[in-house]
């Protein structure tokens, strides 16, 4: 089963340590200046010329309300103006990026980010799906993937018909933990009854699929609190879930510092609540897709992962990553054949750009033939929990034991220990391991050493 866990605590204890993500190798912290527009031109025109599909980000920063946990890209205000400025300048960049694209190249995948996308309200939300259609090829039949981040406390079902009639037929709600004293430590106080009703509009509105988002490690939290709000989760049955460990780094994220941090549970007890969601969640049916995921067993994903199409990309899971994706919005990243590119963070230098008659490219990357392979293995491994060194092999030419022989040893200790198999010919993630794919991972990472571990979230 592609789905087995098998829960080994002194493994986790050897193997949890800091490490990406991987919605991208090389990951965003090799991103440079160096890069701008003239290379996203040059990327788009390649795109172009080729018609490859494509799969759009959008990213809307506000927020009425602030979350303590919370490390997006954001802008924390109760002024609902302030939005109309920053609208009219994404409306300014999609115009500019879809003059450089074709319109034959048809938008496979569409996810409105946050923020808070409702921050819009219904007639701005009505003018941007107009304008992105108008410059680029969405379409009308539901087969696209057309998705959207909500806040339950921000949305109701008027919203809901909205969002179904411009288009949009998956959504993600984000939870988190329904403990009111956990709420009231992260300032995000939402009952359950909010979320159950955003989700019953969803399904009557017959939206394809609901994704909930919940942490665990937050401050307050204990293994039977966190057991209580997945039973309700599981009560709700959203078609997949995104469990995620709380990475507290209050000296990068400003709001983590109203946390106190003597409030947060200890390791053992985070532990515990992983593994006690992994019980619950496989006892209702739920499979483990990877880092975080799980999905029942008729959802895309599940079924991706099942028939070795599954990918990852900066949205997570997913089954377009074979898109030319692109950043539309502040902080927005885009990944143009072998261009990675990211817009300014800040608000005020995105929109100063576009004022400028600029784009906002600020930085990226442009890969090499050794992220090319180093990519293709993460890819495979965080997807399949498996790799056949002959698909690398055949692909790029090479000798794979040969080309990583400088960590063959650790691949050896590693097998040794319990957290995969290896042989000649393969790698498999055994279940004891898969919890732990990031740590088998960041050995195949060329930029790891370079990198400060404090950036990223533990493996658990």
């Known amino acids: 089963m592609r789905d087995t866990i098998h ?35 040059h990327a788009l025109r390649g795109s172009r010329r080729a018609k490859r599909p ?10 009425a309300h602030i979350c303590y946990y919370c490390a997006c890209t954001k802008v924390i205000t109760k002024d609902r ?3 109309e400025p920053y609208l009219q300048r994404l409306i300014h960049e999609i115009e500019i990026l879809g003059r450089h694209l074709d319109h034959d190249q048809v938008v496979e995948q569409l996810h409105f980010g946050g923020g808070t996308p409702t921050f819009l309200d219904h007639a701005q939300l009505r003018r941007l799906m107009v304008e992105l259609r108008r410059n680029f090829n969405l379409l009308d039949d539901d087969s696209a993937d057309y998705s959207i981040e909500i806040d339950p406390r921000e949305a109701d079902w008027a919203t809901m018909g909205l969002l179904r ?38 399904r009557t509105l017959q939206y394809r699929s609901v994704n909930i988002d ?39 994220f400003m709001p983590q510092r109203r946390i106190n941090s003597a409030d947060l549970p200890a390791p053992a007890a985070k532990l515990s609540m992983l593994q006690n969601t992994i019980t619950q969640l496989n006892g209702a ?49 885009g990944k143009i054949g072998e261009l990675y590119i990211q817009n300014h963070s800040d608000l ?90 990031r740590a088998v991972c960041m050995l195949f990472d060329a930029y790891l050493g370079e990198q400060n571990s404090q950036r990223f979230s533990r493996v658990i």
């Open 214 to 252: 919940l942490i665990y490690g937050l401050p307050k939290q204990t293994p039977e609190s966190f057991a209580r709000t997945v039973d309700e989760v599981i009560g709700l049955q959203p078609d997949h879930l995104s469990v995620f460990n709380y990475a507290h780094l209050p000296e990068r």
């Open 285 to 333: 049916g739920y499979r483990y897709i990877g880092m975080d995921h799980f999905a029942l067993p008729d959802d895309d994903l599940a079924m991706a992962q099942e028939e070795g199409r599954l990918q990852r990309s900066f949205q997570g899971y997913t089954t377009h990553g074979h898109c030319d994706l692109i950043g539309l919005g502040v902080s927005a990243i």
């Open 54 to 63: 494509l799969s759009l980000y959008v990213h809307i920063p506000f927020c």
């Open 348 to 437: 005020q230098q995105y929109q100063n750009s576009l004022d400028g008659g600029q784009l906002a490219t600020h930085r990226g990357l442009l890969t090499c033939e050794d992220d090319r392979i180093r990519r293709a293995v993460i890819q495979r491994l965080m997807c399949d929990f498996r790799l056949d060194f002959s698909e690398i092999e055949e692909a790029f030419e090479l000798y794979f034991r040969g080309y990583f022989a400088e960590i063959w040893p650790q691949l050896l200790q590693m097998a040794s220990d319990g957290l995969i198999e290896l042989s000649e010919r393969s790698l498999v993630i055994r279940p004891a391991g898969r919890l732990l794919v």
């Open 7 to 41: 829960w080994d605590l002194e493994l986790i204890r050897r193997y949890d340590h800091p490490g990406p993500r991987y919605t991208s190798y090389p990951t965003a912290v090799q991103f440079h200046p160096g890069v701008g527009p003239f290379e996203l031109f």
């Open 165 to 202: 009639e411009l288009g949009f037929n998956r959504i993600s709600l984000g939870v988190q933990d329904f403990d009111p004293e956990v709420q009231r430590a992260v300032n995000r106080l939402q009952t359950p009854e909010e979320t159950r009703a955003i989700l019953e509009a969803a």
């Open 81 to 83: 103006s302030r939005s």
